[in-house]
């Protein structure tokens, strides 16, 4: 009985200690969002077939270096400030797109790092949710340019949730699956 108390114990306090690392986005993600990110690989692998067909050898190059990348720890990387950005879409209407630089840009609004793409005709707003040592959990809206921007849950035609990750000294990326448009699998990748 002792044995059974003390095992129900565990699992009662290991529960709470899983809460309290991801709290605060079980509350704002989405059904639809956590679905998504539950077929992660899914996206991916289903991404990597439809962009086989591309003819663009420099935009296969530089989808499968994105999805090469090694995860780098987070710690003592500072987000904040002004980023060079461009989107890779991959699978999908066009199979493989790989967009020029825009602007983008990182401010921290004292509840965490927050991201606006601030050039281009597609944009995003959102927030980032630590996940582990080496990766976040992005949660944004997208919208058109001239537009104005909606709150993360809005509905599914906006919003946005993805996998950022460390890249280099002063690059990382967000991968996005099974996005609302034109693609399967997407990269905006971002460096200084």
Same mark, same amino acid.
């Given at each position: 009985?002792?044995?059974?108390?003390?095992?129900?114990?565990?699992?009662?306090?290991?529960?709470?200690?899983?809460?309290?690392? @991801?709290?605060?986005?079980?509350?704002? *993600?989405?059904?639809?969002?956590?679905?998504?990110?539950?077929?992660?690989?899914?996206?991916?692998?289903?991404?990597?077939?439809?962009?086989?067909?591309?003819?663009?050898?420099?935009? @296969?190059?530089?989808?499968?270096?994105?999805?090469?990348?090694?995860?780098?720890? +987070?710690?003592?990387?500072?987000?904040?400030?002004? #980023?060079?950005?461009?989107?890779?879409?991959?699978?999908?209407?066009?199979?493989?797109?790989?967009?020029?630089?825009?602007?983008?840009?990182?401010?921290?609004?004292?509840?965490? #790092?927050? +991201?606006?793409?601030?050039?281009?005709?597609?944009?995003?707003?959102?927030?980032?949710?630590?996940?582990?040592?080496?990766?976040?959990?992005?949660?944004?809206?997208?919208?058109?340019?001239?537009?104005?921007?909606?709150?993360?849950?809005?509905?599914?035609?906006?919003?946005?949730?993805?996998?950022? *990750?460390?890249?280099?000294?002063?690059? #990382?990326?967000?991968?996005?699956?099974?996005?609302?448009?034109?693609?399967?699998?997407? *990269? +905006?990748?971002?460096?200084?």
């Amino acid at each position: 009985m002792h044995h059974r108390l003390s095992l129900a114990l565990f699992f009662f306090s290991a529960s709470l200690s899983c809460a309290y690392a @991801t709290g605060e986005i079980l509350s704002i *993600i989405t059904d639809a969002d956590s679905d998504r990110l539950e077929r992660f690989d899914e996206a991916r692998d289903k991404a990597i077939e439809e962009a086989a067909g591309s003819a663009d050898a420099d935009a @296969t190059a530089t989808f499968l270096a994105a999805l090469d990348a090694d995860a780098l720890p +987070l710690a003592d990387f500072d987000l904040t400030g002004e #980023w060079k950005c461009r989107t890779i879409k991959a699978g999908g209407l066009a199979e493989l797109v790989v967009y020029g630089w825009f602007d983008c840009r990182v401010t921290d609004d004292g509840s965490g #790092w927050r +991201l606006e793409k601030l050039t281009g005709s597609q944009r995003t707003v959102g927030r980032f949710f630590t996940e582990s040592d080496t990766r976040m959990t992005y949660l944004g809206s997208s919208f058109v340019a001239g537009d104005t921007a909606t709150q993360y849950g809005a509905g599914p035609q906006s919003d946005q949730v993805g996998y950022a *990750i460390r890249t280099d000294e002063a690059a #990382w990326q967000i991968a996005f699956p099974f996005p609302h448009t034109e693609s399967t699998f997407d *990269i +905006l990748q971002l460096r200084r």
